[in-house]
Nanobody
């Protein structure tokens, strides 16, 4: 397993941008697919985005496609989520996730979770 620590959440106005970061501990970061999930109050945790081990393949939920970008820097053991054109409905706790393959993350199979970072979008 890998330990994950998110940062970068906060309060932003609708239409604004935020960048989330997730730093992983361990020597095998580059072998993991990484992803982001989110959970809004009263709702189930949902998939947001995933990236494969090399960064060459990305997948997004339809609700964020075209607005969010997932990327990774294997030299820094870090995965990012750039969020643009934020909407009120993007308000949630965002969780970093790791597993052996992107398709597993897309299907909600997660080996390691971060502790979450709050993103609040205001009008």
């Amino acid at each position: 397993q890998v330990q994950l620590v998110e940062s970068g959440g906060g309060l932003v106005q609708a239409g604004g941008s935020l960048r989330l970061s997730c730093v992983a501990s361990g020597r095998s970061f580059s072998s993991y697919a990484m992803g982001w999930f989110r959970q809004a109050p009263g709702r189930e945790r949902e998939f947001v985005a995933a990236i494969n081990w090399s960064g060459g393949v990305t997948n997004y939920a339809d609700s964020v496609k075209g607005r969010f970008t997932i990327s990774r820097d294997n030299a820094k053991n870090t995965v990012y989520l750039q969020m643009n054109s934020l909407k009120l409905e993007d308000t949630a706790v965002y969780y970093c996730a790791a597993d052996t393959a992107s398709y597993r993350l897309r299907n909600g199979v997660v080996g390691s979770w971060g502790q979450g970072t709050q993103v609040t979008v205001s009008s």
